[in-house]
């Protein structure tokens, strides 16, 4: 046995949960080895495949009750010599927007002065982001003034946007309007997604092709040198996102390099206690975020093996297994010597509901994480080095049976006040804490409370699909899942949302839906599901 290995049996053995594990020999090989993951990391940066776009025409938009965010598109035509017009290109994209002027009949004797706003809806083009404060920067809403001192010319503007329409501001149009035109606009979309990989899928239905294209248009959009969050904001990886862009990027643009090249970015950008941040950027070279979120953790074992698995990549994940290990001991910190989850001083996430109690639902995930971790090591061929947590699963789904689920009604509840959220129920029937005729009841029931905490995005409704399908109930995640991505369809949705509630086109988790992105990744669900429903069994 090596010694560090001993070192986690002896610990376990006398204290159980609750107490800081001994992990020095996993710290070692992980110390030794990640400045070497950062450099594959960087090897397998990305090529960006590119293509010129231009627009399909203008477009007047006009207010609608009846619509997403009560607009809609009204006029269409061509006109582009006034003082105020939106482009639309037909389709969402992620990259740069550049126009060229033309001079006018008499010259121009002062700075033409323009103002452009980029949206990925139309609430944004046509809305006044300072109305509502925002918990994030206001730099987040994609708007820009340019002075342009010569024509005729051609201007790119600098940023990367992501956005379907473009609106063009000329604040001074009476003073300019003989002196310069338009001459034209295009933007080159950015992805590291080639469209040549991508498997063809197969349908039920258009209603289900249709929610596939979306789907894929998201995840495209969101598949730059790394897999972000949202191209708009905050062009971020984050390991909960992550997770569910690669299971949906197997099933279909199948770049492999690009998980790869995220998990060594998350894992070569560890910290010092080596725990894999939630989030890094790319930009201007790798550095990891400020975030420390429990429940994705919890998932870096499980976003690891199924890389494996639809890569067949043994080297890789023997390589990172050392960091999956360690998360391992970091997600048990926080779970008492019973084998019950109370409160962690990490980011305990779960969904965007200030509301949800999270003992539960994290309960669900940590023991989710430690069973994903040991399949892990089965499949590496390393089940001895799990062998001593191996028996705080029975001790975890114990404790959740005896403190969480109430067999009245059959259903888990979380916290003090014996909350009942689906967020609980979802990661309990994930987690094989409940199986069978109970899984069932425990989705089921708690759906039909009526002050059930229901998920507010679409990453809590992915889960809940999944749920669903796991507990044996393939037809109502089916039709769960073409109402909640298809009421965003019906909505008009080019991609898919960060937030959707069906009762409130408004919802922000900033307090202003301006700021929200509307390419997100973890709403890439659509080609995930159907795909694989639709697929022999593997
Ligand atoms: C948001 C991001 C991301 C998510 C985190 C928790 O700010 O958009 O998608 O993973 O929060």
Redesign the pocket.
């Given at each position: 046995m090596k010694w560090w290995l001993f070192a986690l049996s002896a610990g376990l053995a006398v204290a159980g949960f609750g107490v800081e594990l001994s992990f020095d020999g996993v710290d070692r090989q992980i110390n030794e080895r990640k400045p070497g993951w950062l450099s594959k990391a960087e090897a397998l940066r990305p090529t960006l495949y590119r293509e010129t776009l231009k627009p399909v025409g203008t477009v007047k938009v006009v207010e609608d009750a009846q619509s997403f965010q009560r607009l809609k598109i009204g006029e269409t035509g061509n006109d582009t010599a006034t003082a105020d017009f939106i482009l639309d290109f037909g389709r969402h994209l992620t990259g740069y927007f550049r126009f060229k002027l033309k001079a006018g009949s008499n010259p121009l004797d002062f700075p033409l002065r323009l103002r452009f706003v980029f949206g990925e809806t139309l609430a944004e083009v046509v809305g006044n982001p300072d109305e509502k404060p925002t918990g994030l920067s206001r730099a987040w809403f994609q708007d820009e003034v340019v002075n342009i001192d010569f024509i005729p010319g051609e201007v790119a503007l600098p940023r990367r946007y992501a956005f379907r329409y473009v609106r063009c501001v000329v604040p001074e149009f009476n003073r300019a309007k003989q002196k310069f035109s338009f001459d034209g606009f295009s933007a080159e979309a950015v992805t590291s997604a080639n469209p040549i990989n991508l498997a063809e899928g197969r349908f039920g239905n258009e209603e289900e092709r249709r929610l596939d294209t979306i789907a894929l248009n998201t995840l495209r959009d969101c598949m730059q040198t790394m897999f972000e969050?949202?191209p708009k904001?905050?062009r971020?990886l984050?390991l909960?996102?992550l997770r569910l862009q690669a299971l949906a990027n197997y099933e279909t643009y199948r770049n492999f390099n690009l998980v790869k090249r995220c998990l060594y970015l998350l894992a070569g950008l560890s910290d010092q206690d080596n725990m894999v941040r939630?989030?890094c950027y790319d930009q201007p070279s790798p550095h990891r975020g400020d975030?420390a979120?429990l429940d994705?953790t919890a998932l870096y074992a499980s976003t690891l093996l199924e890389y494996l698995e639809a890569s067949g990549d043994r080297a890789t994940a023997e390589d990172l297994w050392p960091i999956a290990l360690k998360q391992l001991q970091i997600t048990l910190r926080d779970v008492d010597e019973n084998g019950l989850f109370k409160k962690s001083p990490m980011w305990c996430?779960i969904d965007?509901d200030s509301k949800l109690d999270r003992q539960a639902p994290e309960q669900g995930v940590l023991l989710y994480g430690l069973k994903r971790t040991i399949e892990l090591a089965d499949k590496l061929g390393r089940r001895d080095q799990v062998a001593a947590v191996e028996p705080l699963v029975q001790k975890m789904v114990t404790a959740a049976r005896e403190s969480l689920w109430d067999a009245e009604r059959k259903l888990f509840v979380s916290g003090p006040d014996r909350q009942v959220s689906m967020a609980s129920q979802i990661w309990m029937v994930l987690s094989g804490a409940v199986t069978g005729q109970d899984a069932k009841d425990c989705l089921l029931n708690a759906a039909k409370v009526p002050d059930v905490r229901k998920p507010f995005t679409p990453?809590l409704r992915n889960y809940w699909i999944e749920a669903l399908d796991v507990a044996g109930l393939r037809d109502t995640a089916r039709k769960e899942l073409l109402e909640y991505w298809g009421g965003m369809a019906k909505r008009g949705a080019d991609t898919f949302w960060?937030g959707f509630v069906p009762e409130d086109d408004f919802f922000s988790?900033y307090g202003n839906h301006l700021i929200n992105?509307y390419c997100?990744?973890?709403s890439c669900a659509p080609c995930y599901f159907l795909r694989r429903w639709a697929a022999p069994a593997r």
């Open positions: 969050d949202g904001r905050d971020r984050w909960g996102d939630t989030d975030c979120i994705y996430f965007w990453y960060e988790p992105s997100h990744a973890w």
